[in-house]
């Protein structure tokens, strides 16, 4: 007998992942969250991904949803647990500032993996990220080496740390799924969370909205000037993909590989993402520039937010899948300026914007 114990079950990721894995086993499901939301954010992706409103009620027999911490919800099924997928959530206070260079929480991780242990869990899976590898551009294998020193954010140097912490509790089969940047869903192009792709959009909508406030409509006749490189790629995968691989590969019996690629095989230019933004905004297309500079100071607060996302937005590395080749099938996807804009409309803060 199986049971998954979904922790961060509210993120972009682990939303998803309960669905799949609802969709694909006839296991028991728990789902559990910091939040008292857990019920209506996994109603609202059922919706937004296409299982209907009635798939939560379908299932009730075997999902258990909790807003109680991760290590009591083990102790409270100990027996019904075998595999947990822990979907790390950053450190967010009401002082923190926009952008992604928040640290994931180690002390909760250390916690669970002790609570998994105890629980005797059969395998620990941790949802990363593959911008784990800093500054490195070029390719990253699924068996390089971290290192702390390549880093750009906090968030990059904790997240090292986390992969060792699991990697270290080898009483649990541990295995860590690094993601490419999570965008939403392949056909719909909804998402229930959120992810740098949707940190960039809700950024530029800001940036906009700010410019508005102080000189009405110039966004959209002069050109922003933006300190990133159109050309460097972003490797951007749809949230029913990841899950549906991420599950495919953790069901082949025997997979003894500790670190997975979940990434895509078709890489996105990142001035592909950022044309598909303006235009969602009707803002004129950005100049591409080394340094950002403007009386209002608004461009200088994107770029620094932008930065924050480290890796994501500058390294334009590529995340070889060796696993799923050599198992499976490489997740492949072709990321169009069709795809994209409509990710761009369905999101929400350029959807304010557009209002």
């Known amino acids: ?57 379908q299932h009730a027999h075997r999902l258990h949803i909790r807003d109680a911490s991760p290590e009591s919800v083990l102790a409270d099924a100990a027996g019904a647990i075998t595999e ?9 206070t009401e002082d923190s500032p926009p952008g992604g260079d928040n640290p994931v929480d180690l002390l909760a991780a250390q916690q669970l993996l002790a609570a998994a242990e105890s629980a005797q869990v059969r ?56 993601t ?41 006749m002069r050109a922003m000037a933006i300190a990133l490189d159109a050309d460097v790629t972003v490797d951007l995968v749809p949230v029913d993909l990841l899950v549906r691989q991420a599950v495919t590969l953790s069901l082949i019996p025997n997979l003894d590989t500790p670190t997975v690629h979940v990434t895509n095989q078709s890489p996105t230019a990142l001035g592909q993402v950022l044309t598909a933004a303006f235009t969602a905004l009707g803002m004129a297309q950005p100049d591409y520039v080394s340094s950002t500079g403007s009386c209002l100071g608004i461009e200088e607060q994107f770029d620094a937010e932008i930065h924050s996302y480290g890796a994501t937005f500058t390294a334009g ?39």
């Open 1 to 57: 007998m199986t049971g998954y114990l979904v922790s961060g079950a509210t993120e972009l990721a682990g939303a998803a992942l309960v669905l799949e894995l609802l969709d694909r086993t006839e296991d028991a499901v728990y789902a559990t969250a910091p939040t008292a939301q857990v019920e209506e954010i996994l109603h609202n992706a059922a919706i937004a991904y296409g299982h209907g409103p009635d798939f939560l009620n």
């Open 84 to 92: 947990v997928w822990h979907c790390p959530q950053p450190i967010r």
């Open 123 to 178: 395998r620990f899976n941790l949802f990363g990220t593959a911008y784990v590898s800093g500054s490195r551009g070029g390719t990253v294998e699924e068996s390089d080496s971290l290192d702390p020193h390549l880093a750009l954010t906090e968030f990059e140097r904790s997240s090292i740390q986390l992969e060792q912490l699991v990697a270290q509790a080898r009483t649990l089969a541990p295995r860590v799924w690094r």
């Open 180 to 220: 490419g940047v999570v965008v939403g869903h392949s056909r719909t192009h909804a998402a229930v969370g959120t992810s740098p792709f949707y940190g960039l959009l809700d950024a530029l909508a800001r940036t906009k909205g700010a410019v508005h406030a102080l000189v009405g409509d110039l966004m959209t």
């Open 317 to 355: 590395a590529r995340f070889q899948q060796a696993t799923a080749a050599r198992v499976h099938t490489p997740l492949e996807f072709a990321v169009t300026s069709e795809f994209l804009g409509a990710l761009a409309r369905t999101s929400a803060p350029l959807a304010v914007q557009r209002g």
